[in-house]
């Protein structure tokens, strides 16, 4: 669907992006994270056709953003950070403006209608857009990248600023939206990009230094793939059953953490998913899991140490350790 290949963009000595490349696939809501002035903006406003790159191409659906300029920009719905509206009109009077502007070629009346309802701005048709709060104008700005009904829509942080309900609305409204288009999301609120994205790019200094799954990607880089579990059961019988199971590499008892309840630290082999056969070992030992967790990085632990240095890689910093480390023989290794 778009492909952006060897991008890059400079403003005399300085280089916005450097040889930034990746595709999104058609119906993929796509995460663009990096910290300010990483160039998710410059990258985003090469796609949609505004700017031109200094070198490299983009292509959405076939079309060269430099040959076909006005092809590709039919095709694109965006929103920038700063939504393009006009204060002193009303919501109606902006719609059927953008309408003519983008010559829309779709009944104007029933067209305008449905994007109002499915923005939920239809109370506020006839108002004046000044007189909208923050998050209404956030919605008047997404109504105007959805005339024309294109099939990629390009996001520039539409959460900014917004009170935490407003964020749950617009969060929802993205993920209705990306049942039936292509979206490239910016934003800063990571737990946003992991709720609504499927997938997540990185930018630092210009350069991508990291493109995965939400779901997969902590796993893929992080170096520590162990699990910490509180079992309420005798600490031997646990250490012995868990060590008996398949693809089980050490365990480590941590303690007794509260009465009947310890700690262990689990680690089992790199590719394999453990939590599934724990849980039927505990169901069947009769033994209550009280705790279950990864000492994998999040994804802000990612962007953090990624974003945090100059560097295209990740450190991996020594694993989170339990809560307290019990001396002498209160520590027991299987």
Known sequence: ???????????GSNVALDNVSFTVDEGTILGFLGPNGAGKSTAMNIITGYLSATEGSVTVSGYNTLDNPNEVK???????????????????????????????KLPRKDHIKEICELTKISH?????????????RQRVGIAQALLGNPPVLILDEPTVGLD?????????????????????????????????CERVIIINNGRLVADGKTDTLAHELSADHRL?????????????????LGHVVDVTSYGKKETGVYEYIIECDMDYDIRRDLFALLARKGWPLMLLRSTELT???????????????IEHPAADEPDEEPAGDEKKEA
């Not at 719905?77 to 953008?98: A, K, Q, S």
């Not at 749950?168 to 709720?195: C, F, K, M, P, Y």
């Not at 059961?233 to 012995?240: I, K, R, Y």
């Open 299 to 313: 994804l802000e632990d990612i962007f953090l140490q990624i974003t945090s240095s100059d560097a295209s890689f």
């Open 74 to 104: 039919r095709l694109i719905g965006y929103l920038p950070e700063i939504p393009p509206l006009y204060v002193d009109m009303t919501v109606e009077e902006y719609l059927n403006f953008m309408y003519d502007l983008k010559k829309v």
């Open 1 to 11: 669907m778009i492909e952006v290949k060897n991008l890059t963009k400079r403003y």
């Open 164 to 196: 935490p309900k407003q964020i749950i609305e617009i969060r929802e409204l993205v993920t209705r939206l990306g049942r039936n288009h292509t979206i490239i999301l910016s934003s800063h609120i990571l737990s946003e990009i992991q709720a609504v």
């Open 124 to 136: 506020v048709y006839k108002r004046l857009i000044g007189n909208l709060s923050k998050g209404y």
């Open 228 to 244: 910490i579990a509180r079992i309420s059961g005798p600490e031997d019988e646990v250490l012995h059953a868990v060590r008996a």
